[in-house]
């Protein structure tokens, strides 16, 4: 299992990218993965769109749906993918600390 | 407005959402590792895995070698010669060798064979899961008619069942098994998926009147999805909707069994299989439907057009895939196309393995581009000769062999990078995300899109 190391506490991520342990996650964490899903610098926008998808996750144990999450934080649907440009399974929710989802992505 | 909140606002009550998959919730037991325990099942199962073709591609490789050319791994990284097809199906055969060879009972070595040992099973495991794609591009390529695909799928079932799967790949599976789709869409939020696209539709110009019918009875086409376009990327959805209506095809999606995904044809279970396709024709018979259309998916046009019949026991109604539907309505002058949109930027196509080489559909395609951009070079290899992109086979679902997955699609990466093409046309959300991680890998400058992405565009309404 791959290791990635910030300040001198080690997470576990899969090949893919992603956390092993949700409950590791934290702001350090984000930014370093934001950085390899091409987001250079992690705006308000950004962090807005992160911690629904943190919150929405802890609460249901599922990422959102791409609907609930442009309903909920009013972010049209472009502007998802220009924040994220790998979109939102890849970018936004590894990002946001979520495993990798099923099915083809 | 889908039947269930027609019979909502009839009754003035709360829709009332089903519950879609199995009542009774399931996650498969895996394993780490394979324990004497497990070896003895496998060798129990085996003889039950054993079908016409499965036997014969077992007992009939010569190993002349010809497939070494053939495989996307063993091309991409030919300094592993463990990748090449004929290696990597010996993990398999020594073991059917030492059972089923009479001259392995007196000299096994001589034919290669070997008993099924944690060592061997091991092998089994590291390339049949993470070292092929069953896209068969090898079996088009062997002299004896090995059927590759169809002995992998074999062994893998034959692993899963003792639980020894890539977890991911398995808990796909289960997903689709327990909430009957594979990303546990459920079905309000799917129905509000829907309605919230067919607005966003209506709001294009030339598109007021356009409509994205949910559980629409007596419609021609049960248009079917990947779950990842109403998950994370419904702009696919519009896409589609949009040709569809332009050309003023009959069209519905089903509130219900809408994923035309399969997952169980990777992990080789035909149990799963067999539930999954029958929810769905049963679904496209509830709605009458005439024709069962497959999306822009490669393993999902197979599993349904020609896996779900044998599956289910033959189907009264006909199954078609969105790509032949639109190679359709154009040459039927149905739609109108405007090249211009696509001025300046060069195209080509990535061939799906399960759409071309298992599937038999090459020309719509090309029929389409055709019919949207001027300037489109094929790949080196193409159409039923296409090389794997590396995706398939569920190996998008195996993170554990990521760093071998993106290397293997070096030679896709390089056939594209000759092209010269800035947009990589194909019709697989597979496909889409392997292309995407090996052009970003191999620093090549282009997108990826889908048809309907290139024709939704180009309409002139």
Redesign the interface.
Known sequence: MPTIEIEGRTFEV???G?LQDPGQWNEEVARLFAKTEGVEEMTDEHWKLVNYIRNYYMEFN??P????L?KDTGFK?KKIYELFP?????GACKVAGLP?????? | MSELQEKAINTEEEPQWEKLGTQEERKWPTKTEFTPEMLVEMEKMLPSKLNRVVAASLAGCIHCGMCSEACHYSVSIPEDKTLVPAYKADRFRKWYKYRYDWMAKVFPSFVGAKPLTKELADEMYDKLWGGCTMCRRCTFNCPMGVDYGMMVRAARHIMQKVGRIPQ?LQ??VD?HYNHGN????PQD?FV??IE?IEE?LQSEDGCENFKIPVDKKGAQYFLTL???E??????TIQATAKVLNAAGVDFTISSRYWDL?NYAMFNGDDADAKLFATWQAEDVKRLGCEYLLAGE?GHGYRALRWELPNWVGGVPFKITSVMELMAEVIQQGRIKLDKSVWAGKRFTYHDSCNIARSGGVTEPQRLIIRACVDDFVELEHNREEGFCCGGGGGA??M?????RRLAAGKIKADEIRATGANVVLQSC??C??QL?EIIHHYKIDAVVMNLAELAAPALVL
């Open positions: 899969d090949e893919d992603f599922i990422a749906m791409i609907r609930k442009c649907l790998s979109g939102p399974a890849k990798k989802p099923t099915g083809c992505v | 991911h808990d796909t997903t594979n990303m546990a869409v939020e509000e998926t919230w966003e990947n779950p990842r109403p998950k994370y990327y419904p702009l995904t998916c998008l679902a993170p554990e062999f990521t760093p959300h597979n889409t995300d995407k």
